[in-house]
């Protein structure tokens, strides 16, 4: 159960896109769509913003968007705003029938 | 409005035991799966354990297998908790989630656990 990794920080100006790459393996991002992305402001609760590999649920800005290739998922936002400084999470279901989290990505919006 | 609230969390000394639960409302709790994930202090988000609507599948991660249990009860609209042989390492903020076409789409605000002498 290895954590999916991450790059540890990204970051981008109002208005530019980014994309914070999670790679796993065959036994989880690779074998199912089964990936989802978190946004946890330090402090609240973490927040769902993609499931399923490329699904925004209710109320989730189409800022954000999700893909896969192979064992890498992807999430990008576009039109960076000061409030998407935040950390955010892949997690994926694994072959094990459990879930694993990646390590993390400290979004900073210069 | 959809809410989840963990309570229970605390100081505890090495080898001790917590029991942690997670109060629902707002939905139907009896119908969902939940699953329990930790934060270490300067940490990412670490999965836990699952269990789902009735109770019929577990599943936890190495870290906990055999120290910890999840459990529910619907009636009570309450998921639970039990951590037995705790070490330092398991020092973090305990969220309870609901999941939703696998992933968790409704965390509570979490409650702290301190592992400590």
């Known amino acids: 159960q290895s954590a999916l990794t991450q790059p540890a920080s990204v970051s981008g100006s109002p208005g530019q896109s980014i994309t914070i790459s999670c790679t796993g393996t065959s036994s989880d991002v690779g074998g199912y769509s089964h990936v989802s992305w978190y946004q946890h402001h330090p402090g609240k609760a973490p927040k769902l913003m993609i499931y399923?590999?490329?699904n925004r649920p209710s109320g989730i800005s189409n800022r954000f968007s999700g893909s896969k290739s192979g064992n890498t998922a992807s999430l990008t936002i576009s039109g960076l705003l000061a409030e998407d400084e935040a950390d955010y999470y892949c997690s994926s279901y694994t072959s094990s029938t459990t879930w694993v989290f990646g390590g993390g990505t400290k979004l900073t919006v210069l | 409005e959809v809410h989840l609230v963990e309570s229970g969390g605390g100081l505890v000394q090495p080898g001790g035991s917590l029991r942690l639960s997670c109060a629902a409302s707002?939905?139907?709790?009896?119908?969902?799966?939940m699953h329990w994930v930790r934060q270490a202090p300067g940490k990412g988000l670490e999965w836990l354990s699952y269990?789902?609507?009735?109770?019929?599948?577990?599943y936890y991660a190495d870290s906990v297998k055999g120290r910890f249990t999840i459990s529910r009860d619907n009636a009570k609209n309450s998921l639970f908790l039990q951590m037995n042989s705790l070490r330092a390492e398991d020092t973090a903020v305990y969220y309870c989630?609901?999941?939703?076409?696998?992933?968790?789409?409704?965390w509570g605000q979490g409650t702290m656990v301190t592992v400590s002498s």
């Open positions: 707002g939905f139907t709790f009896s119908a969902y799966s």
């Open positions: 399923e590999v490329n």
């Open positions: 269990i789902n609507s009735n109770s019929g599948g577990i």
């Open positions: 989630a609901r999941d939703w076409t696998w992933a968790c789409d409704i």
